[in-house]
């Protein structure tokens, strides 16, 4: 639903929106510019970062929403017309969490420092989905960051 659309619904029935202050220009994290992404199908307040759309589609991945218990949101980076900015993608679908697989792109989108929260979403660092894929200790690591991050529960 376009942002419009869904403040025209939230006048309509007598709820006020808050909207953030400007952040400081120092907890601004620096994002290149060029970096986008594209948002796949799913719901919640989970958006799932990983490189290439085939990563999204495989096995592993449905193992990992299987895992967390909900239909997360996939995405990739991509450059076409219908890609979004993260911050935009967070505050346009409410995301609360939102997960980046592998430092290199994390770099990549965020700069060589991790912020702590993209707008009201916290960011999460996982294993890159090669790695995941190829070493088991980075599928352990994977379990006790997504239980770490709140993601799921340990019980």
């Known amino acids: 639903m376009i942002e419009t659309r869904r403040q025209a ?7 006020p929106v808050w909207s953030l202050r400007e952040a400081a220009a120092s907890e601004t994290p620096h994002v ?6 594209k948002l796949g199908p799913g719901s919640g307040g989970i ?3 990983c490189a290439t759309d085939t990563d999204s589609a495989s096995k592993l991945a449905n193992d990992i929403s299987r895992a967390l218990g909900k239909v997360p949101v996939w995405s990739w980076p ?7 900015k993260p911050a935009v993608a967070v505050d346009e ?4 969490t939102v997960a980046v697989f592998g430092t290199e792109l994390a770099q990549r989108f965020f700069g060589s420092e991790l912020p702590v929260n993209l707008n009201s979403a916290s960011l999460v660092l996982l294993p890159s989905m090669r790695d995941l894929e190829t070493r ?4 352990q690591s994977l379990w006790a960051d997504l239980c770490r991050s709140g993601m799921v529960s340990a019980n």
Do not use: K, P, Q, W
């Open 78 to 84: 991509h450059d076409g017309e219908d890609a979004v």
């Open 32 to 37: 290149d510019s060029n970096c986008a992404l």
């Open 47 to 49: 958006l799932l970062i």
């Open 9 to 15: 619904y939230l006048d309509a029935m007598g709820i």
């Open 136 to 139: 088991a200790g980075a599928r």
């Open 93 to 96: 679908n409410l995301f609360t």
